[in-house]
T-cell receptor
């Protein structure tokens, strides 16, 4: 079992739906991440939150909207997605070092998203 | 631009047949090199962090080593449960929190 919990595990939605992915960690980590992973490819970074503030947005389309309500929770709000957005969405967390850089990122098992 | 190349893309071993996976990297100031294992339908599982050339880490049948240009993941006497995709990632001093991943090596260990 991983220490980063993602819900739901699977999600099927139409292109006009609005849904949210949720991620929770209780390791005291202050950096949290969203990644997108296509089959047989490595994870691609989407967003990074550091101390609950958005620090990196990798030019992700606005139909993906991240939110970090507190230090343990991370959400990804989805709206008007396209079929090519079907993928495994991974959440990760890590400690933040005072000298800069981060400790290893720990991943959840992801949400498998299918867009009809 | 930071780059990570993993080889081979796929590797088939017999149970007990030791081998090594390679991760070559070019990065502007290495802050850390990370090895992950990923099983189908799961998220990457953290294995090791290496910070400087000459460093080695071990865990059960796995041993990771680091030079200034590459890292090796040595697998000694593998078992079928070691079958997975192994991902290498680097963090550069200039890239903040970003990890640059390689494409991975898909390892299959046959009984």
């Amino acid at each position: 079992d991983t220490e980063v919990t993602q819900t739901p595990k699977h999600l099927v939605m139409g292109m006009t739906n609005k849904k949210s992915l949720k991620c929770e960690q209780h390791m005291g980590h202050r950096a949290m991440y969203w990644y997108k992973q296509k089959a047989k490819k490595p994870p691609e970074l989407m967003f990074v939150y550091s101390y609950e503030k958005l620090s990196i947005n990798e030019s992700v389309p606005s139909r993906f909207s991240p939110e970090c309500p507190n230090s343990s929770l991370l959400n990804l709000h989805l709206h008007a997605l396209q079929p090519e957005d079907s993928a495994l969405y991974l959440c990760a967390s890590s400690q933040v070092l005072a000298k800069g850089g981060n400790q290893p990122q720990h991943f959840g098992d992801g949400t498998r998203l299918s867009i009809l | 631009e930071d780059q990570v190349t993993q080889s081979p893309e796929a590797l088939r071993l017999q149970e007990g047949e030791s081998s090594s996976l390679n991760c070559s990297y070019t990065v502007s100031g290495l802050r850390g090199l990370f090895w992950y294992r990923q099983d189908p339908g799961k998220g990457p599982e953290f294995l090791f962090t290496l910070y400087s050339a000459g460093e080695e880490k071990e865990k059960e049948r796995l041993k990771a080593t680091l030079t200034k240009k590459e890292s090796f993941l040595h697998i000694t006497a593998p078992k079928p449960e070691d079958s997975a995709t192994y991902l290498c990632a680097v963090q550069a001093a200039t890239s903040g929190s970003r990890l640059t991943f390689g494409e991975g090596t898909q390892l299959t260990v046959n009984p």
